[in-house]
């Protein structure tokens, strides 16, 4: 299995409401990644998972909470976004923390109203 | 703090070979230089990945020089399925802190 699944594929929320989005793998790799991508822009980082801890934050505003529940498990808590935050964002997954492979989502399409 | 750029476009036919070149000036030392294709509505999809000199693989090639500043990736005999857009990934270390970086991507239209 070299899948990446994400749910939901696409959601929409308002500035007030708290969403969740889910990733998961199955393929034992040990570092899990979100990324943010604009349209006609490239994937930005925005946190990297080592061996389940949090090992990059790029400097995310603090209304994006991830978590790593087990070493399959990625979520991105959602909180009091903005309209800007409205985005393509991807999950991935790697055999370790290094920029090699990294096994992609689809993603989920979010839309801030 | 130097971008990692691309050329914005390319228009190739069917049958030819594309060269998508990626310029990383601030390549971290020790990191390696992977490539990758998306097509819309999609994550993006590893084609490739080396540290110096070229690598191949049943898909493309990969041509880094000695200086490791720049990449080039090769796809042969494009397909009309090829089209998409492809962006290289480096590691860099602007200012000391490690960063993942992705080029500024190129979108490759295969024509028929």
């Known amino acids: 299995d070299t899948e990446v699944t994400q749910t939901p594929k696409h959601l929409v929320m308002g500035m007030t409401n708290k969403k969740s989005l889910k990733c998961e793998q199955h393929?034992?790799?040990?570092?899990m990644y979100w990324y943010k991508q604009k349209a006609k822009k490239p994937p930005e980082l925005m946190f990297v998972y080592s061996y389940e801890k949090l090992s990059i934050n790029e400097s995310v505003p603090s209304r994006f909470s991830p978590e790593c529940p087990n070493s399959s498990l990625l979520n991105l808590h959602l909180h009091a976004l903005q309209p800007e935050d409205s985005a393509l964002y991807l999950c991935?997954?790697?055999?370790?923390?290094?920029?090699?492979?990294?096994?992609f989502g689809p993603g989920t399409r979010l839309t801030v109203t | 703090l130097a971008k990692t750029t691309q050329p914005i476009s390319m228009d190739s036919y069917e049958g030819q070979e594309v060269n998508i070149t990626c310029s990383h000036n601030n390549i971290a030392t020790n990191d390696y230089i992977t490539w990758y294709q998306q097509f819309p509505s999609q994550g993006p999809r590893f084609i490739i990945q080396g540290y110096k000199t070229k690598v191949t693989n049943e898909v493309a090639s990969l041509f880094i020089p000695a200086d490791r500043k720049s990449s080039t990736l090769s796809l042969p005999r494009v397909s009309l399925s090829d089209t998409a857009v492809y962006y290289c990934?480096?590691?860099?270390?602007?200012?000391?802190?490690?960063?993942?970086?992705f080029g500024t991507g190129t979108r490759l239209k295969v024509l028929a």
């Open positions: 991935a997954s790697s055999q370790d923390g290094q920029v090699r492979e990294q096994y």
């Open positions: 990934l480096v590691g860099e270390r602007p200012s000391g802190t490690y960063k993942y970086i």
């Open positions: 393929m034992g790799h040990r570092a």
